[in-house]
């Protein structure tokens, strides 16, 4: 089953922008991730079983850097990204 998440992260710290970058650094080693990033948030398309997996792993790790740090999200099933839902895949 596919997901589709779209995550921001808020560091409650001035100097804001490098853990974010490193987290958007880390999810964009994965291949299995179909990943869009824009200026509000990240959008982030897989399989539903590991997409989960990697959100686990690297918000674990952000928080062992940056551990005043607030994850939001939004989970819809299915692939909603641009080629998903073009090619009608989004179930």
């Known amino acids: 089953m596919k997901v ?16 974010i970058q490193a987290f958007i650094d880390r999810l964009n080693t994965y291949a299995e991730l179909k ?33 005043k740090a607030s994850f939001v999200m939004k989970v819809l099933h299915g692939d909603l990204s641009p080629e998903g839902t073009i090619k009608n895949e989004t179930l």
């Not at 589709?4 to 853990?19: A, G, M, R, T």
């Not at 824009?38 to 918000?59: A, C, H, P």
Request: a negative charge.
């Open 4 to 19: 589709s998440v779209e995550i921001s992260l808020y560091p409650l710290d001035q100097n804001y922008i490098p853990p």
């Open 35 to 67: 990943i869009i990033e824009n200026t509000m948030s990240t959008q982030v398309y897989g399989d539903y079983g590991r997409v989960f997996e990697i959100l686990n792993t690297e918000m674990q790790r952000t928080h062992q850097t940056t551990p």
